[in-house]
């Protein structure tokens, strides 16, 4: 695919277009280099637009469509797959100004926002009016175009869903540079392809997001979290699909290997989690929370939880009900990603998705298969819908290459073991630049071509974030 | 668009191919012409085919492909805008003998069927085991398969969502007559763009569904209905909103207007509705059914429930709690469309979806503009996501023509009204043949044309259920 380069005339052409500031070349801050993974490809921008509104993204795009330039939107930055950097440079839409909640509609029960805003804000601004908006993706400074753009999932998506369970209407610009609108405020719809639905998790490949209606509930009035050590992985894991069997219905349940709780509790300085109970050694812990509006009715849940969980090998179960002690339980976990960039010079990591009952199967194959690379391996992941995170951790900064070389041929065994168990290669950070390679050989040329056909019925001149998802046409 | 006819020794080949029966000509039952709503087209397929397997669809795809012969699914013919019709003629491929369920899985909660099982069959086979399909359209006798190309809704969209929110993966044979699998068994991906979000609802025109696995759910061990009537719509209707800002979470909230309860018990000879109550006439009524496995929790739900009804004016609260009297609480509303049918001689309707806090505007204004037209407007729907079915009914056989004419023109008014509120042209009925004209004039070029390229992208011979949601290229 051959794109032009920008030149003077056009810089000038979109300087006298928008209302936002426009930086060219040296004028561009570093961080808009590449996502939190350099190593899934930097790119520098030629120019980079601070967008203010959807007319400025709509002649950005008309300029760069007409003149055959690459152009991709970017949000906080926050991404794990280098789906939001310039490898093909071109210009780049800054849409971290465009972050106003425009409405909050309690009758509704849908918020009308700008694609800027950052998850955190949205978060707080419901709790403070009483509600929720469920998607809870690790990364809370992301922005909510973003994750709509993701499909981000994230710890509640076992009881509310992910981004797209929250998704109602869109207004999107287009490559051509038309403003249109997907979806609508209601909840039920048969009126033609699912356009919306499309949109989410395409990556910012299809068109740009310049607002969002999203969906949110009322915040459930009580919250209550468990620690549940087991023996081994398998009981603990095994134990997961007896819970949803008996309706329990948790708000979050995630695992963890002992290896990375007692990393992390190094980093935080903090131990919560019990390493040994009643004379056994702890080798994986089960961390589930409940949430609901009636006191009695979680206490009766917690209370079923408890048989079923010890019933099935829990050694104990240990109960967080108070703000403070569900702050601590959570501590670790949240700090997982930390503790490990913190403590490892070279990181990969892959983001794989199994059913629920496979994991224990797929944890237990890929450590005996990191047995015969250079680098460790420590995992964890959302048990309730069989979202793994996988990572890879080396000091030996010096063998950057061979890291590399054997990251890539372990991915290849345990992505292949993933679609043999009936997975997919990603649950929530999605395919980017980084993954499309697996993206191609595991989901097959069929599906690729007929998101090819798609990618071309959207932008025909494949100027919109290019080469990233599916590669380009014609490579 | 040209197509072929097809000829002997095509259906030479196509009987060559199949384990199916084929049929040709006068053979085709005439049941096969036409779905619920003939008014919305007829159209005599040249030949049907009885599919037996996958690698039957795939062989009659493959074969009309090359010669570019129109080809088109059919479920149970239960549809209501035509989509299952053979407007082009050409081959039929009747999916009602791939009815086997295949598996049923307890630890991950799916079952995997192909695309014939009933709706009826799935739902009591789950309730057999102790589980819930939640999809509750109110023809149980589709198939699952129409019920997936329609995204089909239901009495339980409230609680439960629709139809796609209970399809994980789907195996389909595309025009190329390759077959292919789109989803997986996981709940959550961020794997490429969503091609099984893109096929639901999308009619039968990009690929024919030849497996399903559905997601299902424990079910909910208590079931209470109320039936709650008000002097007039507005009170009625006003008062959904505060059930949610209260998080009642029902499982279905349904309004009726007076004429249509009156017309419906009369139909099935059972008066179950107060008319008059505290010397009130009762102008509208909400019908409203909670659920859980805790009773406390549901008692005390109805009593919240009970009081934000009776604060917002409702006359009064009646509970039916046993299988009878839910039963006979719900028989009104489930004989609404045949009693229609059986009292009126000419009918059409639509199937818009507003937002849940404009229904009363919206069947103020309805009720206002259908005065000026020869027919009588009946309307009922679901009050929790604002699907409203609104009937045209007249008795004046004579006055076809007529009766085509105004509701034609009246459709046109209402669906604009529909847009203006933020509304769809269909919640759960689809677009299909009768509405197409609709979803262009609505959803706009731009949307259209996109939807367009998609069809390209999948069928780039425009064989497959041709002209139906979107019209073909060039005309």
Not at 232 to 252: E, G, H, Y
Not at 259 to 285: C, H, L, Q, R, W
Request: with cysteine.
């Amino acid at each position: 695919m051959d794109y032009n380069k920008i030149n003077d005339e056009i810089i000038e052409q979109i300087k006298l277009s928008v209302n936002g500031k426009v930086y060219v070349g040296e004028e561009i801050n570093e961080d808009f280099f590449h996502d939190e993974m350099p190593i899934y490809g930097e790119g520098i921008p030629d120019v980079l637009i601070d967008a203010t509104c959807k007319e400025d993204v709509s002649k950005i795009m008309k300029i760069c469509n007409e003149n055959k330039i690459p152009v991709i939107a970017r949000g906080a930055g926050s991404g794990l797959t280098g789906a939001g950097v310039a490898i093909k440079n071109g210009v780049m839409i800054n849409m971290q100004s465009m972050n106003k909640i425009l409405e909050f509609d309690e009758e509704n029960l849908v918020v009308r926002v700008e694609p800027g805003v950052l998850l955190s804000t949205l978060a707080q601004t419901c709790l403070d009016k009483g509600y929720l908006y469920p998607p809870d993706p690790g990364e809370k400074n992301a922005t909510l175009g973003g994750n709509v753009s993701l499909n981000a999932g994230g710890m509640r998506a076992v009881k509310y869903g992910t981004t797209r369970d929250y998704v109602r209407k869109m207004e999107v610009v287009l490559p051509s540079g038309e403003i249109t609108t997907f979806g609508s405020i209601v909840s039920k719809s048969s009126t033609g392809y699912s356009l919306k639905d499309l949109m989410v998790g395409s990556e910012g490949t299809l068109g740009i997001i310049t607002e969002l209606t999203l969906k949110i509930v009322p915040n459930p009035k009580h919250t209550v979290s468990l620690i549940v050590p087991f023996e081994d992985l398998d009981d603990c894991i095994s134990t997961v699909p007896k819970l949803f069997q008996n309706n329990l219905n948790p708000q979050a349940i995630e695992f963890m290997e002992r290896d990375i709780v007692i990393a992390s509790e190094k980093y935080i300085g903090k131990e919560t989690f019990p390493k040994n109970m009643e004379g056994i050694d702890v080798g994986a812990y089960l961390l589930i929370t409940f949430d609901g509006d009636d006191e009695d009715l979680i206490d009766n849940t917690l209370e079923q939880a408890a048989e079923v969980l010890v019933d099935n090998g829990a050694i104990d179960v240990l109960v967080a009900d108070t703000p403070n002690s569900i702050r601590d339980a959570w501590a670790a976990r949240s700090s997982f990603l930390e503790a490990i960039e913190t403590q490892n010079k070279l990181l990969d990591e892959c983001d794989v998705v199994v059913p629920v009952t496979k994991i224990a199967e797929y944890i237990n194959f890929v450590n005996k298969e990191s047995e015969s690379y250079m680098f460790n391996v420590k995992s964890f992941g959302h048990a309730g819908d069989g979202n793994l995170h996988i990572y890879t951790l080396s000091n030996e900064e010096d063998k950057l290459d061979q890291f590399k070389e054997e990251v890539d041929k372990f991915m290849d065994v345990i992505y292949k073991k993933a679609y043999d168990l009936g997975g997919k290669i990603s649950g929530e950070h999605g395919i980017g630049n980084g993954k499309k390679k697996y993206l191609k050989s595991f989901e097959g040329n069929v599906n690729i071509e007929i998101m090819r056909g798609i990618k071309k019925a959207f932008d025909p001149n494949m100027i919109l974030n290019p080469d990233k998802v599916i590669a380009l046409l014609g490579e």
